[in-house]
């Protein structure tokens, strides 16, 4: 069965939606053998009839149809039509993903049916907690993975004690322009009051964010960020390198980062394996300077 599956798969992907695939069993009772014939029906060409999309009641039509890998008028293709299946459900809007070939109004013609079953994608998280550093400390924050259905991902995010409050705001377009290109931008504050090292600090900055596939499994980000931080109120008692860096301070920095992703889900792996290298750049237009490599990677194995 296994077989037939596989051998349907590769005619799949030479344009055969429908294969009738038989197999044939010829039994050797003395030397404890089967030969098996594989009687294969090819059947002629398929090409995609239509696209039908039904089950999703917020997310608007087009953000799952980007998605697919086929189009009105392809030569069916099985290897697609799974890449569409598993790019729709790395979207993380969907608690169930079913993509179907039918038959469509000739034989050399092939409807394909996806179904969607949606599932909540706003969160709201808040915690509370003591620190001996900060006394009571406490953060919330409101997430919308979906926003208006458009498939746009916005996020804010508050955490504060007597001695810190951080604000970071990001959101995030998947298709920038109706391109297959991500675009997004990053704000946050962060003000604290470091009384065991006798300094107060405030970061204010902000990211802007693009990426765009280089090949199927491959990506790219490019980032330019830009950090202010003003150290204030340095003790006597402080040591050496905080008095040397009172003031103001500002950081520029052009980041990229390479991701090879072979996962079958980003949100929720499985299997598959994923690697990255990120190189951070400082130095255009800031007072600090410096050159930062990042590798890691992880491998995903089902236990059960």
Same mark, same amino acid.
């Given at each position: 069965e296994t077989t037939i599956d596989q051998v349907t798969d590769k005619l799949g992907t030479l344009g055969y939606a429908f294969v009738d695939i038989r197999p044939k069993a010829n039994q050797d009772r003395e030397n404890r053998t089967v030969d098996v014939t594989l009687l294969v029906g090819e059947g002629e060409k398929a090409f995609v009839e239509r696209i039908d999309?039904?089950?999703?009641?917020?997310?608007?039509?087009?953000?799952?149809?980007r998605e697919m890998q086929l189009v009105e008028g392809d030569a069916f293709n099985t290897s697609k039509l799974n890449r569409s299946r598993r790019r729709i459900r790395n979207l993380g809007f969907f608690s169930n993903v079913s993509v179907k070939k039918l038959p469509g109004s000739a034989p050399d013609r092939t409807i394909i049916k996806t179904e969607v079953e949606e599932q909540p994608t706003g969160e709201i998280s808040f915690g509370v907690g003591y620190s001996t550093i900060?006394?009571?400390? *406490?953060?919330?924050?409101i997430r919308e993975r979906n926003l208006l =259905?458009? &498939?746009? !991902?916005?996020? %804010?995010?508050?955490?504060g004690s007597a001695r810190k409050q951080q604000f970071d705001i990001a959101y995030t377009e998947p298709y920038f322009l109706?391109?297959?290109?991500s675009a997004g931008i990053d704000l946050f504050k962060i003000e604290r009051e470091n009384e065991e090292s006798s300094f107060d600090d405030e970061r204010i900055g902000f990211a802007l964010r693009v990426g765009y596939e280089l090949t199927r499994d491959l990506r790219q980000r490019l980032t330019y960020s830009f950090k202010k931080t003003k150290v204030t109120n340095v003790g006597t008692d402080a040591s050496r390198f905080i008095q040397e860096q009172e003031g103001n301070n500002t950081v520029s920095e052009i980041?990229?980062?390479?991701?090879?992703?072979?996962?079958?889900?980003?949100?929720?792996?499985?299997? *598959?394996?994923?690697?990255?290298?990120?190189?951070?750049?400082? =130095?255009? &237009?800031? !007072?600090?300077? %410096?050159?930062?490599?990042?590798?890691?990677g992880g491998y995903f194995v089902p236990l059960a």
């Open positions: 999309i039904v089950g999703n009641v917020r997310t608007l039509d087009k953000v799952i149809r900060e006394a009571v400390v *406490g953060d919330i924050g =259905g458009r &498939g746009q !991902d916005l996020k %804010f995010k508050f955490s109706d391109r297959n290109m980041s990229q980062q390479l991701t090879y992703d072979k996962r079958d889900n980003r949100a929720d792996p499985r299997e *598959g394996y994923f690697i990255s290298l990120e190189n951070d750049l400082a =130095g255009f &237009g800031g !007072d600090t300077s %410096f050159l930062r490599t990042k590798l890691k």
